[in-house]
């Protein structure tokens, strides 16, 4: 079946640096673009970035520019986000999710990141 | 901040009708596609409604979007308690070049 699952998610200093994976299965990863939305504890969706299915367009929220990078590798069905100078209000569930024809249609469970010292 | 704007709840008894309102402005909501997601506690979000109006495979018809201009609407008719849940608008913002997400409405049966 079609899924997404996220991890590398952990405990991390402020400053310090922290990568998340996601892998696809059940659907042609090369073939779409993909998200990441993180949800602070308690707290709504908060959209951090996008990739082109080919990886060749990149956008992000303007308070993680700089700081984190999204890239892909398509042989490995594999989403990452590499999280530089990790701040305090980057704490949160992260979750990768597929943009489909029409929104964001299939979403992982989530992995959680807590930037504590 | 959130671009849209939602109401933070909306309550009714069971088979009752709500409608969640999602204002936002002519660089989203007028310019794009509108998606619905729900989502309850501990569990990632669910695509729920998309292109402002379709339902995916396996949505029960108690629930329908609309749009008109910068605003759209999420209706849920013959609620049941199974539907307690927070509930997002989202599409992209063409001037801010991002995903924008609605504030969030935490749907209650009574």
């Known amino acids: 079946q079609v899924q997404l699952v996220e991890s590398g998610g952990g405990v991390v200093q402020p400053g310090r640096s922290l990568r998340l994976s996601c892998v696809a299965s059940g659907f042609t990863f090369r073939n779409y673009g993909m998200h990441w939305v993180r949800q602070a504890p308690g707290k709504g969706l908060d959209w951090v970035g996008r990739?082109?299915?080919?990886?060749?367009?990149?956008y992000y929220r303007d308070s993680v520019k700089g700081r984190f990078t999204l890239s892909r590798d398509n042989s490995k069905n594999t989403l990452y986000l590499q999280m530089n100078n990790v701040r305090s209000d980057d704490t949160a569930v992260y979750y990768c999710a597929r943009f489909g024809p029409s929104g964001l249609d299939v979403w992982g469970q989530g992995t959680t990141v807590m930037v504590s010292s | 901040q959130s671009v849209l704007t939602q109401p933070p709840s909306v309550s009714a008894a069971p088979g009752q009708k709500v409608t969640i309102s999602c204002s936002g402005s002519?660089?989203?909501?007028?310019?794009?596609?509108v998606t619905w997601y729900q989502q309850f506690p501990g569990t990632a979000p669910k695509f729920l409604i998309y292109e402002d109006t379709k339902r995916p495979s396996g949505i029960p018809d108690r629930f329908s979007g609309s749009k008109s201009g910068t605003s759209a609407t999420l209706a849920i008719t013959g609620l049941q308690t199974g539907d307690e849940a927070d509930y997002y608008c989202?599409?992209?913002?063409?001037?801010?070049?991002?995903?924008?997400f609605g504030t969030g409405t935490k749907v209650t049966v009574l």
């Open positions: 989202g599409t992209w913002d063409n001037s801010l070049s991002a995903e924008v």
């Open positions: 990739i082109s299915y080919d990886g060749s367009n990149i």
């Open positions: 002519s660089s989203n909501i007028e310019s794009n596609a």
